[in-house]
T-cell receptor, first 110, second 116 residues
Framework: DAKTTQPTSMDCAEGRAANLPCNHS???????VYWYRQIHSQGPQYIIH?????ETNEMASLIITEDRKSSTLILPHATLRDTAVYYC???????????WGAGTKLIIKP | NAGVTQTPKFQVLKTGQSMTLQCAQD?????MSWYRQDPGMGLRLIHY???????DQGEVPNGYNVSRSTTEDFPLRLLSAAPSQTSVYFC???????????????FGPGTRLTVT
């Protein structure tokens, strides 16, 4: 089954850009990379997704490498409210369902 | 729009009891799913549905049943609760878009279940 690899935890200073990496080296050609976050045991929140091109929305930017083996989620001006676990999803299991890993715990420090 | 709603928020069951976790969405999404999340872990898929009348098993289906009689509702039934089913349960509905198709999932607030 395709899987993603993310750092277990990261820190970022408030007001700075938070860059969260993800490796998804086994992702297949027509599969999207999705990013979600979960704030303190609430339901996960959709952030952004992309296929090949870089994407930007009101929450974040997604940079996907040309070989599609990795991506970076960028929160341009992190605030304390961005403290959360961030999940990168870049593959499906044998039943064609998305695989959720353990995510990256991002802590924004004042 | 209320989005995805789940009831109850909290539940305590005794071993062997049965119950139904309710999930409803008002976004007219065809795809709905149930996940469980154990402490410090990511989400694991229990069951999913691609439309009314169609359900299928996910990664961890044992001990759970689902049905989908309407687009809006997707209840999850615990047949005979066990301590191993203590977890937080999330329901999600998905918006399909684009070619190839992408799925943006929208999650409910979760049900925190304890089985003693």
């Amino acid at each position: 089954d395709a899987k993603t690899t993310q750092p277990t935890s990261m820190d970022c200073a408030e007001g700075r850009a938070a860059n969260l990496p993800c490796n998804h080296s086994t992702i297949s050609g027509n599969e999207y990379v999705y990013w979600y976050r979960q704030i303190h045991s609430q339901g996960p929140q959709y952030i952004i997704h992309g296929l090949k091109n870089n994407e930007t929305n009101e929450m974040a930017s997604l940079i996907i490498t040309e070989d599609r083996k990795s991506s970076t989620l960028i929160l341009p001006h992190a605030t304390l409210r961005d403290t959360a676990v961030y999940y990168c999803i870049g593959g499906r299991d044998s039943n064609y369902q998305l695989i959720w890993g353990a995510g990256t715990k991002l802590i924004i420090k004042p | 729009n209320a989005g995805v709603t789940q009831t109850p928020k909290f539940q305590v069951l005794k071993t062997g009891q049965s119950m139904t976790l309710q999930c409803a969405q008002d976004m007219n999404h065809e795809y709905m799913s149930w996940y469980r999340q154990d402490p410090g872990m990511g989400l694991r898929l229990i069951h999913y549905s691609v439309g009314a009348g169609i359900t299928d098993q996910g990664e961890v289906p044992n001990g759970y049943n689902v049905s989908r009689s309407t687009t809006e509702d997707f209840p999850l039934r615990l047949l005979s609760a066990a301590p191993s089913q203590t977890s937080v349960y999330f329901c999600a509905s998905s918006r399909r878009a684009g070619v190839p198709v992408s799925y943006e999932q929208y999650f409910g607030p979760g049900t925190r279940l304890t089985v003693t």
